[in-house]
């Protein structure tokens, strides 16, 4: 049976709690719970693409003991696309955010990178990721360059 509006069966709904320690900064704990609608742009041989709109809570906690805690909206998404066959794949998944009250905390979680298909089951990968909180008591902006080897199963 065909569905009348064809991008009916793409929208998704999506639950998300994360939780950050950080042992060295003043802010030392990141604390997240997000629920929202998603729409699935296209899942094929070539790649997928998705994006939700999340709204929940965000919770900081800072190294002396003390919590801030707001409520806000992000869009998360993730992308994949194969090159050569599935060789090579080109990836990026991550979260930005805003505090709904009038505290004007931003938030951007997100990495892109590539990863290659040794063998069937490993892969080897190279990424870059951004961590960046501000608009709290203590601003965090972090990079991290990553390269690994990995498992599928």
Known sequence: MRSIIPFVNSFF??????????????????????????????????????????TGAFGYGYSDGTIDRHFGS?????????????DVTLFSHGEVGHSLDDEGIFMLDAEVGLRYALTGWS??????????????RDT??????????????
């Open 74 to 86: 992000s869009l998360r998404w993730d992308y994949q696309r194969y090159l050569r066959g599935k």
């Open 123 to 136: 892969t080897l990968n190279i990424g870059y990721g951004r961590n960046l909180v501000s608009g709290t």
């Open 13 to 54: 709904w999506q639950g998300r709690a994360s939780y950050k320690r950080d042992w060295v900064e003043d802010l030392a704990h990141q604390a997240l719970i997000g629920t929202g609608p998603g729409y699935q742009f296209w899942d094929d041989e070539r790649g997928s693409f998705s994006l939700s709109i999340l």
């Open 140 to 153: 965090l902006n972090e990079r991290r360059f990553t390269t690994g080897l990995g498992v599928k199963w």
